[in-house]
């Protein structure tokens, strides 16, 4: 059964259920990453796509920024024990955002593969081998 794709609003993010195995999440300009619009961002996350496995493909706008309150909170912790995500790539439009990203993983290590870019090319084509890999071989 393949799924119309849906979008959902936040504050920050418009989420596009592209297909019951991924999840796109496009922070919109100006974007500020705060505590709670995160928390609000992947509370819809999850509501999208439920207990079956999927992946997100995130964008982040040049423009956006953060509060370091943001940098020191582990926003996926509450997947860790029934983690769904299978693949996440993340397009960073800012060279800062980019590596500030990386350092986050570094902090908070996620249980799926991670990609974190500055081109978006490059991760739709890393997301789509992510997504073959997979269901050729389950994990």
Partial sequence: ?????????????????????LLEIRYKPGTVF???????????????????PYATLTIIPEDADFSMESMRTDHAGADRSESQIIATAIVAKSTLIERLTSVYFKFFPQLHRVLVTDNEADARLWMERQ?????????
């Fill in 131 to 139: 997504l073959n890999e997979i269901a050729n071989t389950g994990s």
């Fill in 1 to 21: 059964m393949m799924l119309e794709p849906s979008e959902f609003e936040t504050r920050i993010a418009t989420l596009i259920r592209v297909s019951n195995e």
């Fill in 34 to 52: 705060i505590t709670e619009d995160v928390v609000e961002v992947q509370a819809m996350r999850r509501s999208i796509m439920g207990i079956a």
